[in-house]
């Protein structure tokens, strides 16, 4: 996410940081580069010819030609004009005071709406609400069937009448369901096309007039970039949306969209897809997306979804087992699968102040399954007493997991190193070198 972005902006401030004093000259030649950096990204010129003015204009004030230390100021004023351009504080789903509360899903085709449709159902289920979705698409082949797959794997109803009647018709009865079976949010699953056309608008409208929706939420794929921000714009001046859904955002996205929707449609991004899982689903956070494009890491965020997927009993347990050394691979096992909950290991990564620069960071997830696998291919008392594991027992277990003797090795002098290090960390020792993950 931003990746190539995070970079060039680095670079850029890197100019600025090798400068004891800074001159208004200094400040407009940087500036050039966070200019370039950003176009690059896909922003829209006219969003970046304003940040840009509006960074300089402050850049070249007193603040920062007569501070102590101008380049992080600069840095500051680019992650407070960075947090503005997303719309400064995070923005929450409207609830209605009178249930259920109705929230159209809208978007092209291809953008995600059914999966993300199923997400924001799930992500509101755990937050203790009785959600409804509604099968809406009755032009597209097995588009019901899809929102009853995604709506059986998140484990919330869906309401559907087929493909012959309207869907202002299914709308209106599903809403109507809702109220009389006791759900208090409704999903409303639109059909989507593969451009923007009258007749779509004019169903759109027809839906929205009949079921009256708190909010209406455009998905739209990050991966479009400035096109990502035209679709928003057409639906915005014919719809009035209240939100955006960006999807996509694991992907190779440069974050034109994600810095240029609010300022051009005045409407907020409300949440982010962050990959295929139906739990990859995060608020927008415009602190939090300013700081991970600068480097700065995201570390509210890492700390919610450890908190999501860690059970409190476990990681006191597992403190407990740290500090008495008695940490085993079972424990070791059990890290693993409390971390594949949170997510992908690269997006956590980026989460961590400067990780994003570290090039000694090293993750390889397929390496995880590996140990996975060598660990379960191990006898409970092998997982709790790796020490009698002799050379037979090292083929046997090798053999069992469909890997080398040397993976096992590896492991194992792995394992040992790690527990050296745990020592060291409660006994209040310090380890130097290179930061690495076993997998």
Do not use: W
Request: include cysteine.
């Amino acid at each position: 996410m931003f990746g190539g972005l995070t970079e060039k902006l680095t670079n850029a401030f890197k100019k600025f940081r090798n400068k004891g004093k800074l001159t208004e000259a200094d400040v407009r030649e940087g500036m050039r580069e966070v200019k370039l950096a950003l176009l690059e990204a896909d922003v829209n010129f006219k969003v970046v010819k304003d940040f840009v003015k509006a960074v300089t204009e402050r850049a070249v004030g007193a603040e920062v030609l007569e501070s102590l230390l101008p380049a992080q100021q600069i840095v500051k004023i680019v992650n407070e004009e960075l947090i503005k351009l997303m719309g400064g504080e995070a923005p929450k789903i409207n609830i209605s005071p009178k249930p259920p509360t109705v929230i159209m899903m809208v978007g092209l085709q291809g953008a995600g709406k059914t999966t993300h449709s199923a997400k924001l159902a799930a992500y509101y289920k755990k937050k203790g609400k009785n959600p409804l979705l509604v099968a809406c698409d009755v032009y597209r082949p097995a588009a019901v069937d899809q929102l009853k797959i995604v709506g059986e794997a998140v484990g919330v109803p869906v309401f559907s009448m087929g493909t012959k009647l309207s869907p202002v018709e299914i709308a209106r009865a599903g809403v109507e369901h809702a109220k009389k079976n006791g759900f208090d949010m409704v999903f409303i699953d639109t059909a989507g096309r593969l451009h923007i056309d009258e007749e779509l608008m004019a169903e759109l409208v027809n839906i929205k007039e009949a079921t009256s929706p708190m909010e209406i939420l455009l998905t739209v794929d990050a991966m479009l970039g400035q096109d990502a921000v035209n679709v928003a714009k057409t639906f915005n001046d014919l719809l009035d949306i209240t939100g955006v859904v960006l999807t996509k955002m694991d992907g190779d996205t440069r974050g034109g969209a994600a810095l240029s929707i609010k300022y051009i449609t005045g409407k907020p991004i409300k949440f982010v897809g962050t990959g295929e899982k139906l739990d990859a689903l995060e608020l927008f956070h415009p602190d939090r997306m300013a700081s991970r494009i600068l480097g700065m890491g995201d570390v509210l965020s890492l700390i919610e979804k450890a908190e999501e997927a860690y059970d409190r009993k476990n990681a006191e347990e597992l403190e407990r087992k740290m500090r008495e050394q008695t940490f085993t691979l079972e424990d070791f096992l059990e890290q693993l699968h409390q971390l594949k909950k949170m997510g992908n290991l690269d997006q956590l990564i980026s989460m961590i102040p400067g990780a994003g620069s570290l090039k000694d960071v090293q993750v390889d997830e397929k390496q995880m399954v590996r140990i996975e696998a060598i660990i379960l291919s191990m006898t409970k008392k092998e997982r709790t007493y790796p020490e009698i594991i002799n050379g037979s027992r090292r083929k046997r277990i090798a053999n069992g997991s469909g890997t080398s003797v040397e993976d096992v090795n590896k492991l194992l002098k792995q394992f040992e190193q790690m527990k050296k290090m745990m020592k060291q960390l409660t006994s209040g020792g310090k380890r130097r070198g290179k930061m690495r993950f076993p997998f």
